[in-house]
């Protein structure tokens, strides 16, 4: 049975994005119990206080479960570690689409409705808890309607708020050339920094990406635990098809090269043909005592997601039942939700599975 810092130190580390902007609760709340009970070692949610209690109760259920899953084979491991997502800046993660539905033609074909993959769009615009920021819809409107909100926490309100979370792990999202805001954000973080059990800083492709990366671990050194590299090759993109996960592949090999301390994680365009990559390229699995030469982890955020749509559909409130069910209210849907998260995670933990 693999732990979290296990996990990462043999190279299964897997990470559950639910996403930073991302607030619908009830799929909180299960997508947490069922890859908990699938064997993920980290959850990562948005920096908000009902997100985190909606995933703390799935992980508290999945803990009371973890017996019933270890019985059917399944690869619980515990409780995983509960990570929080923050930015230091503008940055595609953190934003929500919006439009005024009653500026739309009543004949228009809707092509923001059929191309978002959380079902956030309807008649009447854009349901905000359910959006991710994926902005597939911006570009196919006809008119032009539908815009991007952007949100970030000033660096002492995000202080507050995670001082009450109780959390294991924070993951900050940066990119090139933001030395002086991540700064700002870090010294601001100070305070909660050595409860944590794992650091993550998340970062796009760039010419300068390496230089900026070593700067910033200048900046956060010493550290009072470990650090995870998340190298966001295609963000929000794993669920768009088998190329998607290239890019991801690709910086993650070269952030390897640079041998930065740390682990190297992917994220980005990840979907169930990356351990494959991973294993064509020969980064996974670390023989003994080199573990920072290879992959530590994968996290997997839209296509995870996607993988229990069905099964979050068929939780929803109904013109019978106007309350969202739980899932563990409901045991065949439950494992077999299970089930289907666990052909993802065993594809890591049990490479043999993997899909070509």
Same mark, same amino acid.
């Given at each position: ?9 043999? /190279? ?30 980290? =959850? ?7 997100? @985190?209690?909606?995933? !703390? ?20 491991? /515990? ?16 934003? !929500?689409?919006?439009?005024?539905? &009653?500026?739309?033609?009543? +004949? ?10 959380? +079902? ?25 309607? =539908?815009?991007? %909100? ?10 507050? %708020?995670?001082?009450?979370? &109780? ?14 805001? $991540? ?9 909660? =920094?050595?409860?944590? !059990? ?7 492709? +760039? ?35 088998? /190329? ?8 993650? %090999?070269?952030?390897?090269?640079? &041998? ?7 994220? /980005? ?22 573990? %920072? ?17 069905? $099964? ?7 013109? =019978? &039942? ?15 939700? @299970? ?18």
């Amino acid at each position: 049975m693999y732990f979290p810092l296990q996990s990462l130190e043999n /190279g299964h580390w897997f990470k559950l994005i639910c996403g930073a902007s991302y607030q619908h609760l009830p799929a909180v709340r299960s997508l947490s119990l069922a890859y908990a009970l699938a064997g993920a070692d980290c =959850i990562d949610v948005a920096a908000d206080a009902a997100v @985190v209690a909606a995933a !703390k109760e799935g992980l508290a259920v999945a803990e009371n479960l973890q017996e019933s899953a270890i019985a059917q084979g399944f690869l619980t491991q /515990g409780r995983p570690w509960l990570m929080v997502s923050l930015n230091d800046g503008e940055d595609p993660h953190f934003r !929500k689409a919006t439009f005024d539905p &009653n500026l739309c033609p009543t +004949d228009c074909p809707r092509p923001c409705e059929a191309v978002c993959p959380a +079902d956030a769009i309807n008649f009447s615009g854009v349901i905000a808890d359910r959006c991710y920021g994926c902005g597939r819809c911006l570009p196919v409107c006809p008119l032009d309607l =539908i815009t991007s %909100q952007s949100h970030q926490l000033s660096p002492s309100t995000v202080v507050k %708020q995670l001082e009450k979370y &109780n959390i294991d792990a924070i993951e900050i999202h940066t990119q090139a050339g933001r030395e002086t805001e $991540f700064q700002r954000l870090w010294k601001a973080l100070q305070p909660i =920094i050595p409860s944590l !059990k794992i650091i993550a800083i998340s970062c796009p492709d +760039d010419p300068n990406l390496i230089d900026y990366l070593q700067t910033l671990y200048e900046t956060i050194s010493p550290l009072p635990c470990p650090l995870i590299w998340q190298t966001d090759g295609r963000p929000m993109s794993g669920d768009l098809g088998k /190329g998607a996960t290239r890019a991801s592949v690709k910086l993650a %090999q070269k952030v390897l090269k640079a &041998n930065l301390p740390g682990y190297v994680q992917l994220a /980005g365009g990840t979907n169930q043909h990356t351990v494959f990559k991973l294993q064509s390229a020969k980064l996974l699995n670390a023989p003994p005592h080199f573990p %920072q030469s290879y992959i530590a982890g994968i996290a997997y955020g839209s296509f995870a997601r996607s993988q229990l749509s069905s $099964f979050l559909e068929s939780l929803e409130p109904t013109q =019978i &039942n106007h309350a969202s069910l739980q899932l563990e209210e409901h045991p065949q849907l439950l494992w077999e939700a @299970v089930s289907q998260a666990d052909t993802l995670v065993s594809q890591l933990k049990r490479p043999q599975t993997t899909c070509t």
